[in-house]
């Protein structure tokens, strides 16, 4: 049997309820490995330790007693940019250095109700404002498969803590691709469910009308297992989905005869636009692998049809004027006046333009400013009711697609990770990286980002399935069916 | 259209976020780029078209609104940056002027 540190969510459900180890040993093999890579991986901002080893025998009771649920004593990490009760949650910026929530995100508290054990937080880009997790006031997390490279992001240390063995399962949080993107970089399987699936309630809001929850986890069989446990409506959000989620495990295993796999053209050219930098082509490594997850399809049963999404290229300006537009109003809430770090100032403009000033990293500025130029008075028709507009436009070429067929196959990212640092400076640059996970997330539709395997430098690239709204059952079979794991 | 740092002042002004010199000037070459790139959208036609402000296609959700306990006022409290005699301590809302 592999290290315990390096079971899947499902093998440690086994492995506990048969009593071949306890959930203290399980937690101690992962605080073990947090120890022994974190300093290199920098995937952890907080590490419970105590607290971890205190809910784990809490856990080890109630499976003895048969008390227990399906995540009893599985342990799990957690975004910073979600809140976590009792625990410091930063996300990434000076400005909550120590905040610590006092209540749980609801998809949290399911989880750890359930007696599911918080190993601690995870690093990810400040707010979630990011591509490359460089953007974090806690350092860049580098890549377990080569420390030179980026994880990914923003929830870059999530998919590094679990890739690397430090945590079973971690929960994050997907507005354009944060989930998908550092999944797929690190080999894991990432999932962004349709938008109002599961609660937002306890995360810090990016971009509200984007915003989703999600796990990332070493199987698509655990990603289907925890949204299994998470999804559904919740009084503390207005915007989830009232009807119940379906049972994802259901029809997991079910062949795949007969189901219609669409491939949007414009993937596989040259995408991004005009700007300078802004057009960049499909890697060919990652082209080849997604050919091939498309014949092994086709070998399934799939019908496999080309089909096209013709505002593809104009996700990523739609995406970075909605997102800042959201984020500079959302972001209004930390000014250092009722929680988070307070600086001093001559009067309350000098101390809310320093709190923030010290509190932010650069790309988080960046963002507000860009926002708060979009929504003045003289630019908002130009820019943010332009932007909403094409959206519709994104949107109903989803719509369209999905008359024809049942799921999207595309790349996650179009390259593997790149080097740290190569990127930092050209903001621009980083938003482009987000050109095949932000059209999806535009339009609020579920996508999954596959492991398929690594190209011959070894890194990790991920295949991204697209379903339509609330048909997630659907791109977990197909998931289930091509993953290549390791 | 070029952003100048006059402009990154303003914006920064009424964002409440203080910048250096350096900082403003950083910002407008990049937010700069970053607006040049937008204009990728002048190229669709979007006349007739609707925005689309949300997805989930609700309408309307109210709950009622009253007051309810709360159960975590200690530890809500305990994130203040400044309390005295159990209030929050803020500055005097009318005691400076805004920085030009």
């Known amino acids: 049997m592999s290290k315990l540190n390096e079971l899947t969510i499902k093998e440690a459900q086994e492995g506990l ?4 180890f306890t959930a203290v040993e399980l937690t101690q093999a992962c605080l073990d490995r947090i120890k022994e890579r974190n300093k290199d991986i920098n995937a952890f901002i907080t590490v419970c330790e105590e607290s971890a080893l205190e809910e784990a025998r809490i856990a080890d009771g109630l499976l003895n007693s048969g008390q227990d649920a399906p995540l009893t004593g599985i342990p799990f990490s957690v975004k910073d940019a979600i809140c976590t009760a009792g625990v410091r949650s930063t996300g990434s910026a000076k400005i909550l250095d120590n905040y610590i929530p006092p209540f749980d995100a609801t998809v949290i508290g399911k989880i750890r109700k359930q007696g599911g054990v918080l190993l601690g937080k995870n690093n990810c880009d400040a707010f979630g404002h990011g591509a490359s ?9 580098r890549n377990p498969y080569d420390l030179s490279k980026v994880a990914g992001g923003s929830s870059g240390g999530s998919a590094a803590a679990v890739a690397d063995n430090m945590s ?4 994050a949080e997907d507005t354009g691709g944060s989930i998908r993107q550092p999944a797929s970089f690190c080999g894991m399987a990432g999932f962004r469910p349709t938008y109002g699936r599961n609660s937002r309630f306890g995360i810090m809001p990016m971009a509200s009308s984007l915003d989703t929850v999600g796990p ?34 259901k029809n997991f295993e079910q062949d795949l ?11 596989f050219s040259a995408l991004g636009g005009p700007a300078s930098g802004g057009e960049f082509k499909l890697d060919d490594e990652v082209k080849e692998i997604t050919a091939k997850q498309i014949d092994k399809l086709k070998e399934l049963g799939c019908t496999i049809e080309e089909i096209s999404l013709p505002h593809t ?5 739609v995406y970075y004027i909605l997102v800042p537009s959201e984020d500079s109003s959302n972001l209004g809430r930390l000014d250092g006046i009722r929680y988070g770090s307070r600086q001093k100032g001559k009067d309350l403009y000098d101390l809310y333009a320093t709190s923030r000033a010290e509190g932010f990293p650069e790309e988080v500025k960046r963002r507000i400013l860009i926002g708060t130029y979009a929504l003045s008075a003289g630019y ?10 094409v959206r519709t436009l994104i949107k109903k070429d989803f719509d369209e697609a999905f008359k024809k067929v049942d799921v999207l196959i595309t790349p996650t990212s179009p390259f593997a990770a790149f080097g740290v640092g190569e990127k930092k400076d050209d903001p621009l640059a980083m938003y482009l990286a987000d050109v095949m996970v932000s059209p999806a997330a535009i339009a609020g539709v579920p996508a999954l980002s596959v492991p398929s395997g690594k190209n011959a430098a070894g890194l990790p690239i991920g295949v991204q399935i697209i379903g339509s709204r609330k048909n997630e059952e659907a791109i977990f079979r197909v998931g289930n069916k091509i993953e290549i794991r390791g | 259209m070029p952003l100048s740092t006059q402009e990154v002042k303003k914006i920064a002004q009424l964002a409440r976020i203080k910048l250096t010199s350096e900082e403003e000037a950083r910002h407008a070459e990049t937010i700069s780029a970053v607006l040049d790139y937008m204009n990728i959208l002048n190229e669709v036609d979007t006349s007739g078209v609707e925005p689309t402000f949300q997805v989930t296609g609700l309408e309307d959700v109210t709950r009622i609104d009253e007051p309810r306990d709360c159960k975590i006022t200690k530890e809500l409290m305990a994130q203040m940056p400044e309390v005295e005699n159990a209030e929050l301590v803020v500055p005097g809302v009318f005691a400076g002027t805004e920085e030009e």
């Open chain 1, 17 to 20: 309820r048969s009593k071949k």
């Open chain 1, 168 to 171: 079973i399962f971690s929960i």
């Open chain 1, 313 to 317: 290229k104009y996700a990523i300006a």
């Open chain 1, 133 to 141: 997790n460089e953007n974090s006031m806690y350092g860049p997390v």
């Open chain 1, 380 to 389: 908002y028709d130009a820019y943010y009711k332009k932007a909403q507009t």
């Open chain 1, 216 to 249: 990332i986890t070493k199987t698509v069989y655990d990603s289907a297992l925890i949204m299994q446990q998470i999804a559904g409506a919740d009084s503390l959000d207005a915007t989830t989905i009232v009807d119940s989620a379906p049972d994802y495990l």
């Open chain 1, 257 to 267: 005869k007969g189901m219609r796999v669409g491939i949007p053209k414009e993937y």
